[in-house]
């Protein structure tokens, strides 16, 4: 393993903030972890695994020894009842992951495809889109426990997921997610509900249905290789329905339990915010979930941005946002 002292994260994080961690590595192998627990051990130092930094908000100097998961690897098993169990390591890229399945004639993973980042990360936060969640389609999934210093392997009912939400999130960095495993029956059935799928025809395929999520992605997100940014900025709130009742015009998602979720986006836009720009920080002018870096934007600047939205959006409505992206 190549240990990096001031090991340089500025390439590594799609918000492009320049970020140094005190030691850092690529891991290329799962045992690489144990040597970096120690090495976190050593310095006193907390442990921080990475994948493609896509979903962070990093601080000029990091006090942390920080692994970037680099391990790669794909298989499929073909089950007897016409289900493909389909694992990949975690430091694959998600969204090559997701283009490799369709191309294989395997359905499923379509409307993920397109969002940044690892294998490993997506369990974290339950990645979603397009009216499909992670936990819909994951079978199981290996991870390294920090804490015993073993191998587990979680059911995707184990992981306890929910909107953004997994027991990883919850756990206080105590598990590494190695590998992934998804269950995609050849049975499937595709989900067109959200705008922008609504207009293919109920027969579309999987690949079909791939292209269209690409190029609606491509329309409606800046490109983070052009405007750094580390996608949705905030969690949509949810919230009781008399809040909900008391915002004029918001776009109400209700939800089983008789809570209501909010357009973030629609709350900041409601604020006069969407546009707006604070040194090199802005708030994307087509999509005001978004916080971009216009080039050379630091952490403060994006923080400070995102506590005057934070500040707005609750002073205006009485609406909680939450930060999406990790901070570190
Ligand atoms: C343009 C853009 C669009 C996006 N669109 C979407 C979207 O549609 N839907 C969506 O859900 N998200 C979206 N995101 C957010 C992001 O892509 C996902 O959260 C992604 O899963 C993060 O993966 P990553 O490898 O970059 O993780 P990182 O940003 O590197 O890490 C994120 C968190 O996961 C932890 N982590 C990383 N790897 C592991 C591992 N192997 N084991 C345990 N913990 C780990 C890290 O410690 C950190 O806490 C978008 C981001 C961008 C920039």
Known sequence: MNLIPDFDLSRLNTMGLASHARFGAVISTPEEIDELTGLSQGTGLPLRILGGGSNLVLRDEIAAVVGVMGTKGRTVEQRADGTALVTAQAGEDWSEFVGWTIAQGIPGLENLGGIPGTVGAAPVQNIGAYGVELAERLDSLVVWDLVDRQRRRFSAQDCEFSYRQSLFKRSGNRFVVLEATFALPDTWTANLSYPGLDSLPADADAATIHERVLAVRGAKLPNWRMLGNAGSFFHNPIVRSEVAEGIANVPRYPQRDGTVKLSAAWLIEACGLKGVREGQAGVYDRHALILVNH??????????????????????????????????
């Open 295 to 328: 080039g050379g934007a630091t952490y403060a600047e994006i923080a400070g941005l995102a506590s005057r939205i934070v500040n707005t959006v609750r002073e205006q409505f009485g609406v909680a946002l939450v930060q999406e992206p990790i901070e570190l």
